[in-house]
T-cell receptor, first 112, second 110 residues
């Protein structure tokens, strides 16, 4: 079964540092997403990406966040200067028309 | 405001019982609906899509009521392994910016 893979599974970083979360979506999918889930809270939409550009983003996705698809396979989320409140589980998802969204196993980001 | 609401639970249910959850959504133009299951500290996994005519997959039945703007999930003959958080998810438009409910926690007791 095809799967979305995310690395690393757990990242610990100091406040103010930059982090890059990586995702390899399913190869023939066209739509890519980042979601986050703060421990004990609901899953929140961050950003969607289609045709090599952001198609939609939420209020959470401020100037500290950016996404890239640098090489046609990886899909990255960068947080420029992490804050304590960025600690969360970050999920990457991909889908194509007529399929459901497939989620990666997530990256647990801990900002200390 | 886009919103999906669920009873957070927990629902404590004996093994073998039938349990049902509802989820309400505020955007009447929403296009597609899903139930996802999430185990503790794991990624959400699709349980089933919800169609207008209702659909069944083994012990699980999902229904959509567009007039009242809610979807439901029924689990029959519950198993210990059904213990999880069940997330109601709504796709409000074609951009597939999924809107998530906060989830309903289900605990099946032996």
């Amino acid at each position: 079964e095809p799967e979305v893979t995310q690395t690393p599974s757990h990242q610990v970083t100091q406040m103010g540092q930059e982090v890059i979360l990586r995702c390899v979506p399913i190869s023939n999918h066209l739509y890519f997403y980042w979601y986050r889930q703060i421990l004990g809270q609901k899953v929140e939409f961050l950003v969607s990406f289609y045709n090599n550009e952001i198609s939609e983003k939420s209020e959470i996705f401020d100037d500290q966040f950016s996404v890239e698809r640098p090489d046609g396979s990886n899909f990255t989320l960068k947080i420029r200067s992490t804050k304590l409140e960025d600690s969360a589980m970050y999920f990457c998802a991909s889908y194509d028309l007529n399929t459901e969204a497939f989620f990666g196993q997530g990256t647990r980001l801990t900002v200390v | 405001r886009k919103e999906v609401e669920q009873d957070p639970g927990p629902f404590n249910v004996p093994e073998g019982a039938t349990v049902a959850f509802n989820c309400t959504y505020s955007n009447s133009a929403s296009q597609s609906f899903f139930w996802y299951r999430q185990d503790c500290r794991k990624e959400p996994k699709l349980l089933m899509s919800v169609y207008s005519s209702g659909n069944e997959d083994g012990r699980f039945t999902a229904q959509l009521n567009r007039a009242s703007q809610y979807i439901s999930l029924l689990i029959r003959d519950s198993k210990l392994s059904d213990s999880a958080t069940y997330l109601c998810v709504v796709n409000p438009d074609s951009n597939y910016q999924l809107i998530w409910g906060a989830g309903t926690k289900l605990i099946i007791k032996p």
